[in-house]
């Protein structure tokens, strides 16, 4: 796992070219994680940064939206961790406003089915592709 000092170090750089950045937390994220990695990426200084993936998430959905909500330059966003029906369908208007912002989102939707309007809500919205961790998703990066 990412060490919370390897986070707090991301969260007070100054990254002006970075575009795309993936965070593997852990494999099984424990609930101080989600905060860190917000804390992070509130931290952080890159302006041009428009993809985010982050696996080791506790709440993703939660997550997703913060992330959206306090990053305006996140076009696409992915977050791996625990999801449910029940989830889904709790999102508050506030939270569906700010992941309906995003032109790509993908979650762990293994364990549930969006309901037609939520799908209509997040038209963007896709399953996890689980290959993106490997290190062949980055050689033309």
């Known amino acids: 796992p990412l060490h919370a000092s390897v986070l707090d170090a991301l969260g ?8 795309k950045l993936v965070l593997c937390v852990r494999q099984d994220g424990v609930a101080e994680d989600d905060a860190l ?3 992070s990426l509130r931290g952080l200084d890159a302006p041009i940064l428009s993809v985010v993936c ?14 959206a909500r306090e990053n305006p330059s996140v076009r696409a966003l992915v977050v791996d961790g625990p999801l449910d029906d ?11 406003e700010s992941l309906s912002t995003l032109a790509y ?11 037609p309007a939520l799908r209509e809500r997040l038209p963007h919205l896709h399953e996890l592709n689980p290959n ?10």
């Open 37 to 39: 990695i917000l804390k």
């Open 105 to 115: 989102l993908e979650l762990n939707l293994e364990d549930c089915e969006p309901s």
């Open 132 to 141: 993106r961790v490997l290190p062949t998703e980055y050689q033309s990066w």
């Open 12 to 19: 007070q750089s100054s990254l002006p070219a970075l575009q």
């Open 86 to 96: 029940e989830q889904l369908e709790g999102l508050t208007e506030a939270e569906l």
């Open 54 to 67: 982050l696996y080791g998430t506790t709440e993703a959905i939660k997550t997703a939206a913060q992330l």
